[in-house]
Each structure stands twice: as structure tokens, then as C-alpha cells.
């Protein structure tokens, strides 16, 4: 069974930064590209991030948070991190990890399997 776990969410001062962490258990972790989706309260979950399976070469990610957000992933490890710097406050939803094994997607439908999920929040 493939379980994926989101770790290192917060409570965190605008202008500051987290590390999101996401472990994955039961899969052949290189083999999947690795997404990271978020959804603010009343919100739809939107795309914020994509790496390529294997070596992760290839990223995307969303204009909002481009430059500011960094996907890495330690195949070593079977982890995924989402670097975040410079939190706005519109960055405060709940950020999901996600794995599938069609290559690097911006849709939610090319994901397999999800995460449960963890809090970001930044204060003004």
C-alpha cells in the first residue's frame, strides 16, 4: 500500500520560510513524478509544484509561487521537500503532496495517490 506523509507544515511570520517534507512508503518512489498541490479554505486545490520521476531534471511550478519555491526530491530517502521563502499570507492553505506515474503534470488528475495533508499558515 502506498502511503504518503507531509511533514514540517506551521505557523510562520510573513517573509518567512518553511520546508515542507513528504515521505512515501510502498512505492518505488523514483519511478513517480512528485506533485505538491494546496487549498485554501473555499478554495478549489491548485497546482504548486512538480518534479520529474528519476533524476528530477525537469520542475514546474506555479506563477504565484515561482521564484520563491523550491521542489527538490532525495530518492535515497523516498522524500520530497517543498522549500518555501519569502510566505505570503494567500500562501495559508492546507499543502498535499502527490505521486503518478505519467511524468510531470500540473493536473490533479494525472496524481495517483495523496497525502493527508499539512497546515501552512502566515500571519501579516
Known amino acids: 500500500q502506498v502511503q504518503l506523509v507531509e511533514s514540517g507544515g506551521g505557523l510562520v511570520q510573513a517573509g518567512g520560510s518553511l520546508r515542507l517534507s513528504c515521505a512515501v512508503s510502498?512505492?518505488?518512489?523514483?519511478?513517480?513524478?512528485m506533485g505538491w498541490f494546496r487549498q485554501a479554505p473555499g478554495k478549489e486545490r491548485e497546482f504548486v509544484s512538480t518534479?520529474?520521476?528519476?533524476?528530477?531534471?525537469?520542475?514546474y511550478y506555479a506563477e504565484s509561487v515561482k521564484g520563491r519555491f523550491t521542489i527538490s526530491r532525495d530518492n535515497a530517502k523516498n522524500t520530497v521537500y517543498l522549500q518555501m521563502n519569502s510566505l505570503k499570507p494567500e500562501d495559508t492553505a492546507d499543502y498535499y503532496c502527490?505521486?503518478?506515474?505519467?511524468?510531470?503534470?500540473?493536473?490533479?488528475?494525472?496524481?495517483?495517490?495523496w497525502g493527508q495533508g499539512t497546515q501552512v499558515t502566515v500571519s501579516a
Open positions: 518534479i520529474s520521476r528519476y533524476g528530477g531534471g525537469t520542475t
Open positions: 502527490a505521486a503518478g506515474l505519467s511524468g510531470v503534470s500540473l493536473v490533479r488528475s494525472a496524481y495517483k495517490y
Open positions: 510502498g512505492a518505488a518512489f523514483s519511478s513517480y513524478a
